[in-house]
């Protein structure tokens, strides 16, 4: 059973600053690994998908990477904003199965 | 449709009643997820329909829980005899089948209270 873990839980750091979230994944024979922003009380919004034969994916100050042979992907985004604040969610597919990590809780202070 | 939309967005049930909960999928979407989501934790994978049959249905966590997909577009979770344990957010996701290279999208949610 795929399991999947977010590094750290939640995360606060001053408008401007660098960040990088962390996801983990036990079971490397995915398809493909997909970043979601989740708003309190909403669903959740697609990110970056990367397939299982990339090693990173750009949009915008977002940038994903994949480590398929270690199991893990980081989130790196760039001159945070206070809009940037959500909770984001690693979800790995092996084939059409689909599984979430616990996601990171970031805030983004002014 | 434009995305994946799900009715209602909020349901408030007394303890022991049925609930419906509806997901419309993108259009020519064949495969659909339901996921449930707790405060303060990712989503929890419930059932996985390829076309109009559950390819995968280990996360329903008690046989109070089906759902169905008659005609392999809108999908219908069906609670029985709800406990306050069930209240929770339902989340209804759609992709197409196939590669690496399907993406998913979802819905707003269901807001499922019990009370």
């Known amino acids: 059973k795929q399991e999947v873990t977010q590094i750290p839980a939640a995360l606060s750091v001053p408008e401007g600053e660098n960040l990088v979230l962390n996801c983990s994944f036990t079971?490397?024979?995915?398809?493909?690994l997909q970043w979601f922003r989740q708003d309190p009380g909403k669903g959740l919004t697609s990110l970056l998908l990367?397939?299982?034969?990339?090693r990173e994916q750009t949009s915008g100050r977002l940038n994903a990477s994949l480590d398929k042979s270690s199991g893990r992907s980081t989130l790196y985004i760039a001159a945070s904003q206070p809009g940037d604040s959500a909770t984001y969610l690693c979800?790995?597919?092996?084939?059409?199965?689909?599984?979430f990590g616990a996601g990171t809780r970031l805030t983004v202070k002014p | 449709g434009a995305g994946v939309s799900q009715t209602p967005s909020n349901k408030v049930t007394e303890k022991g009643k049925y609930v419906e909960l509806r997901c419309d999928p993108i259009?020519?979407?064949?495969?659909l997820y339901w996921y449930r989501q707790s405060l303060g934790q990712g989503p929890e994978f419930l059932i996985y329909f390829q076309g109009t049959g559950a390819a995968d249905d280990s996360g329903l966590p008690n046989d109070r829980f089906f759902a169905v997909r008659p005609e392999g577009s809108v999908s219908t979770l069906k609670i029985q005899r709800t406990e306050r344990g069930d209240s929770a957010v339902y989340l209804c996701?759609?992709?197409?089948?196939?590669?690496?290279?399907?993406?998913?999208?979802f819905g707003q949610g269901t807001r499922l209270t019990v009370v």
């Open positions: 979800a790995v597919r092996l084939f059409n199965d689909m599984r």
């Open positions: 079971d490397s024979a995915i398809y493909n």
């Open positions: 259009s020519g979407h064949t495969a």
């Open positions: 996701a759609s992709s197409l089948m196939g590669g690496s290279n399907t993406e998913a999208f």
């Open positions: 990367i397939q299982s034969s990339q």
